[in-house]
């Protein structure tokens, strides 16, 4: 008979317990998220290692300091060691020294990514 007593009073308590519990399920009503990363064409093809375009993009007028997702041209040739580029784009005015919205600049873009080539091409155009 105890037994069948505690039961029904854990079974009683789970029951009220179920029913007085609330869903919290808002909603932020009102606000938008959204996250989207693009890279410019110049960028991308830098990335890419395609010169070609990125010669026609530079003739076409392209600003060789402009950042794309918060990194400039020659912080993707040093990131992804593309020395013909990085030269090309030190030809045509890359500064050098400008930083990333991290705080890096392009010559730490080619110490993080180990990008040997790269580095000793931009410390040579700084000294």
Not at 11 to 30: D, H, P, Q, T
Not at 83 to 91: A, E, G, P, Q
Not at 94 to 121: F, V
């Amino acid at each position: 008979m105890k037994k069948t007593i505690i039961i029904s009073a854990i079974a009683l308590c789970f029951s009220v317990v179920s029913v007085n519990a609330k869903s919290i399920n808002e909603s932020a009503k009102g606000y938008s998220v959204e996250s989207v990363v693009q890279v410019n064409p110049f960028c991308v093809s830098i990335a890419k290692g395609d010169i070609e375009t990125v010669k026609k993009l530079i003739d076409l007028g392209q600003d060789v300091n402009k950042k794309s997702n918060g990194m400039t041209p020659a912080m993707y040739a040093a990131k992804f060691n593309r020395t013909d580029i990085l030269k090309l784009l030190i030809s045509k005015g890359a500064k050098l020294k400008i930083k990333s919205d991290k705080g890096l600049t392009a010559m730490k873009y080619a110490k993080q990514s180990n990008a040997k080539e790269a580095l000793s091409i931009i410390e040579e155009a700084l000294s």
